[in-house]
């Protein structure tokens, strides 16, 4: 089946560092695909949808000088937290299709932690 | 926000058929009933999605009513592994459209 995979699992910085998250659909191509934060006990939160060769369309509320996305190529998406600070530490998690009449598929995340 | 009802939460005896329900009463003639699991610290497991008729996976069955505005998800034989947190969405069916989250049910399998 589709397999959608990200980079890294898990990161610990400081303060002030700005931190990459790449997100890769292994055997399919994805025109589209979709950033997800997860705070403690808490759902899913969509921040913003990754378009290919074009910008990214960010959510309500979602700072997009903030979080950079990058979807220079069908198989590859990127998440930048610029100048992360501790209320960023979260679990980011992203998605994409296989076709349009597939389901998405999701990531296994990347856990954020900002000491 | 979320286009759906969930009850917070379930428990279920393992080996026991889970049922989950969900309501979606404001669900388009479009739309998709889609079905996801979050197990603790991993990124969302899609499970099943149907239209109107019920389906069945390997994973579990999804029977949806006559007027499409509730559904239940079926875990046949709920084993430990099952605890997680499922998610009942309505979209319509294309890679281009997003899934708003809501807050899920929360299935706690007992041994």
């Known amino acids: 089946g589709a397999v959608v995979s990200q980079h890294p699992s898990r990161v610990i910085c400081k303060s002030g560092t700005s931190v990459k998250i790449e997100c890769r659909s292994l055997d399919f191509q994805a025109t589209t695909m979709f950033w997800y934060r997860q705070f403690p006990k808490q759902s899913l939160m969509l921040m913003a949808t990754s378009n290919e060769g074009s910008k990214a369309t960010y959510e309500q509320g979602v700072e997009k000088d903030k979080f950079l996305i990058n979807h220079a190529s069908l198989t590859l998406s990127t998440l930048t937290v610029t100048s992360a600070h501790p209320e960023d530490s979260s679990f980011y998690i992203c998605?994409?299709?296989?076709?349009?009449?597939?389901?998405?598929?999701f990531g296994d995340g990347t856990r954020l932690s900002i000491l | 926000d979320a286009k759906t009802t969930q009850p917070p939460s379930m428990d279920c005896a393992e080996g026991r058929a889970a049922n989950l329900p969900c309501n979606h009463s404001?669900?388009?003639?479009?739309?998709?009933v889609y079905w996801y699991r979050q197990i603790h610290s991993q990124g969302p497991q899609y499970i099943i999605h149907?239209?109107?008729n019920n389906e069945t996976n390997e994973m579990a069955s999804l029977i949806i009513t006559e007027d499409r505005k509730s559904s239940t998800l079926i875990l046949p034989h709920a084993t430990l592994r099952d605890t997680a947190v499922y998610y009942c969405i309505v979209r319509v069916s294309g890679r281009d459209d997003k899934i708003i989250f809501g807050k899920g049910t929360r299935l706690h399998i007992l041994p």
């Open positions: 404001t669900i388009s003639g479009n739309e998709y």
């Open positions: 998605s994409a299709s296989w076709t349009g009449d597939q389901p998405q598929h």
């Open positions: 149907g239209l109107k």
